[in-house]
C-alpha cells in the first residue's frame, strides 16, 4: 500500500511540474511578445534567458547571442554562445563570434571566425575585417591577399563606418581597402616605403574626402618623414 502511494505520489508531482513548465513557457513567449512589441531589448534577454533555461534551444541560444551582441555587450555574447569554432555552428553564431571576439581584443580568435564566414560566403565585408586582423597580427601576406580581394570585388554603393572621431562616419569600402594597402605598404618598409604609403592614402582621400582615419595616417606618416630626414642631416659627432 505504501509503495502504491508513493507511485501515485510520484506521478502526480512529474504530471504537475510538466504541467507548471509548460504554464511558465506561455508566460515567457507571451512576455518576450510583449518586450518586442514595446522594443525593450532587456526584457526580451530577460524573457529569451527564460525561455532557454525552461526549454533549451540553439536557435534560441544564437538569437540571444545577437542580440547581446547588436546592444555592444560582447562578453554577454560569448559568454552565452561560446568562442571556439565549430562546424555545424549556423551562420548568426559564427558572425556573433567573429564581432564580438575581435571587439573583446582578441584578434586570433576572431580571425579564426572571420576566415569560417568567408569560407561560407566570400564577399568584400569580411575580407575587409580578415585584413585588418591580418595587419594587426602582422600577417602581411594573408593581409595582402584579403586587401586585393577587397580592391576587385567592392562596388561603388559598399560602404565601411569608422569609429575614431565623435561621431561615426562612412566611407566608399574600396576607400578602406586603400587606407589598408597604403599600411600594408608601409609595413613592409617603414623607412624606405613612406612616400609609397602617402600616395595611396592621397590617392584614398581623393576618393572619399571626408576619410578623417586617412588623413590622420598621412598625417603621421609625413611627420615620421620629417624626422628621418632631420636624423639625416645632423652632423656626426
Known sequence: MKQLLLL??????????????SELIKHFEAYSKQMRAQG????????????????????????????YMTEGKYVQALNTIGVDKKVDDSDIA???????????NQPELALVQFEELFKREPNASV???????????????????????GLANSKDDMKHTYYEQQNPYQVKLKSGFMYLNALLVYN???????DAAVDILDAA?????????????KNELLRQKQVLQSQQTQPKQ
Open 8 to 21: 501515485v505520489l510520484l506521478i502526480s508531482g512529474i504530471q504537475l511540474g510538466a504541467q507548471s513548465n
Open 40 to 67: 525593450d531589448v532587456q526584457g526580451i534577454i530577460e524573457g529569451m534567458t527564460h525561455l532557454n533555461v525552461l526549454s533549451p534551444s540553439i536557435a534560441r541560444t544564437d538569437t540571444l547571442a545577437y542580440i
Open 94 to 104: 559564427v558572425q556573433v563570434k567573429a564581432i564580438s571576439l575581435k571587439a573583446v
Open 127 to 149: 575580407a575587409y575585417e580578415l585584413a585588418e586582423l591580418c595587419l594587426q597580427l602582422k600577417k602581411l601576406d594573408e593581409a595582402e591577399k584579403h586587401i586585393n580581394y
Open 188 to 194: 613592409r618598409d617603414t623607412t624606405a616605403n613612406i
Open 205 to 217: 582621400l581623393k576618393a572619399s574626402p571626408n576619410f578623417n582615419l586617412t588623413q590622420l595616417s
